[in-house]
């Protein structure tokens, strides 16, 4: 094939792949307003401002995790300590704040730094000792359970010596300016690291690499990019924003709680999976991940407001995720 006629394929190649991309999202969106359309006529409690704050407030935290999670698995990887390091992330906040009386901005520090320490770990076990990021984020997940419990002795910390540390999640800045609408600040800090991982994505080398690394990281390796290296810069940068979830499930409890964490990795994972990025790595969008963040909140409050019973609550969202991955291998076979 002639040079013309390679890059011919290759754009056209790359049209396909963003309006596949644009259908998925497109997709994703039209079951958000289907879903929310379906609770409202099931339930007249469902469509109410407290309870789409409520909503918003829910997904502020698990759209953070997956945010960050979507790093990782664009690469081809995938992080199963998420939530356990979110929760050991609002732990180390705890012992800053509450047990060390440190101010405010030290706090915050703890929490970004000890998620970008984790991340760090289990990149570089991911890159440098080729442990399967399965069985390496596996690892980290006991291994951050375990530690929350033995720093805390198994009991919460709470933040009730700073007050001011509950408006991180709780208060709302565009409440105090438009009373009609108290969205909480958590739902700004979402946005906002959306915003910012969107920028990374699109603008930045890294954001080019960690497509490269997801589409063919042997063509990379060969290319002469450090590939180990910015491995391990993403695990990294996804573990520090997987700390300011730490910091905004903190803040809407009052407290850290060691037990808490296991099961917001699934939750975040089906958020990223349902917004069209695919578990084989290369391809994804911050934006379909908050879409997909929105449906699970949006599900499970839909449920709850309709007093479906927690256990039957957790197998929807065991179908949803199935039924997800399920997709992606269709949309795979496709593209092949």
Same mark, same amino acid.
């Given at each position: 094939?002639?040079a013309?006629?390679t890059?011919?394929s290759?754009?056209?190649?790359?049209?396909? *792949?963003?309006?596949?991309?644009?259908?998925?999202? +497109?997709? *994703?969106f039209?079951?958000?307003?289907?879903?929310?359309a379906?609770?409202?006529?099931a339930?007249?409690n469902?469509f109410q +401002?407290?309870n789409i704050?409520?909503?918003?407030?829910?997904?502020?935290?698990?759209?953070?995790?997956? !945010?960050?999670?979507?790093?990782i698995?664009?690469?081809g990887g995938?992080?199963?300590?998420?939530?356990t390091?979110?929760?050991?992330?609002?732990? @180390? &906040?705890g012992? =800053?704040?509450t047990?060390g009386g @440190?101010?405010?901005?030290?706090?915050?520090?703890?929490?970004?730094a000890?998620?970008?320490?984790?991340?760090?770990?289990?990149?570089?076990? %991911?890159?440098?000792?080729?442990?399967p990021?399965?069985?390496?984020?596996?690892? @980290?997940?006991?291994?951050?359970k375990?530690?929350?419990?033995i720093v805390?002795?198994?009991?919460?910390i709470?933040?009730?010596?700073t007050p001011s540390?509950?408006?991180?999640?709780? $208060?709302?800045?565009i409440g105090?300016?438009?009373?009609?609408?108290p969205?909480p600040?958590?739902v700004? =800090? +979402?946005?906002?690291?959306a915003?910012?991982?969107?920028?990374?994505?699109?603008?930045?080398?890294?954001?080019?690499?960690?497509?490269?690394?997801?589409?063919?990281e #042997? *063509?990379?390796?060969?290319?002469?990019?450090? &590939?180990?290296?910015?491995k391990i810069a993403?695990y990294?940068?996804?573990? $520090?924003?997987?700390?300011?979830?730490?910091?905004l499930?903190?803040?809407?409890?009052?407290s850290?709680?060691?037990?808490?964490?296991l099961?917001? #990795?699934l939750?975040a994972?089906?958020a !990223?999976v349902?917004?069209g990025?695919?578990l084989?790595?290369?391809?994804?969008t =911050?934006?379909?991940?908050?879409i997909?963040a929105l449906?699970?909140?949006?599900l499970?409050n839909g +449920?709850r407001?309709m007093? %479906?019973?927690? #256990?039957w609550q957790?197998?929807?969202?065991?179908?949803?995720?199935i039924?997800?991955v399920?997709?992606?291998q269709?949309?795979?076979?496709?593209?092949?």
């Open positions: 094939m002639s013309t006629g890059a011919q290759g754009t056209t190649t790359a049209r396909a *792949a963003r309006r596949s991309g644009a259908q998925r999202k +497109l997709l *994703a039209a079951s958000l307003i289907l879903l929310v379906g609770f409202s006529i339930s007249p469902f +401002l407290s704050m409520a909503i918003l407030q829910a997904a502020s935290v698990n759209g953070v995790l997956a !945010v960050g999670v979507t790093l698995i664009i690469t995938i992080d199963l300590s998420i939530g390091l979110m929760t050991f992330c609002a732990v @180390m &906040t012992v =800053v704040l047990w @440190m101010p405010l901005p030290l706090g915050i520090a703890a929490a970004l000890t998620g970008a320490c984790c991340g760090l770990v289990s990149g570089t076990l %991911v890159a440098k000792a080729k442990i990021p399965f069985i390496a984020t596996l690892g @980290m997940m006991l291994i951050l375990g530690l929350s419990l805390t002795g198994t009991k919460p709470y933040f009730n010596d540390f509950t408006l991180i999640a709780q $208060g709302s800045l105090a300016v438009v009373p009609a609408f969205v600040n958590g700004l =800090v +979402l946005f906002v690291v915003a910012a991982v969107a920028w990374i994505l699109g603008r930045t080398v890294l954001g080019r690499y960690t497509f490269a690394l997801g589409s063919n #042997e *063509a990379a390796r060969l290319s002469g990019v450090n &590939t180990d290296g910015w993403i990294a940068l996804a573990g $520090g924003i997987v700390g300011i979830g730490g910091l499930i903190a803040s809407r409890l009052n850290a709680q060691p037990a808490l964490g099961g917001y #990795e939750e994972i089906a !990223v349902i917004g990025t695919s084989s790595g290369g391809r994804g =911050v934006l379909g991940t908050l997909g449906i699970m909140a949006v499970t +449920l407001v007093s %479906v019973a927690p #256990e957790t197998v929807v969202t065991g179908i949803i995720i039924v997800a399920y997709g992606d269709l949309r795979r076979g496709a593209a092949r």
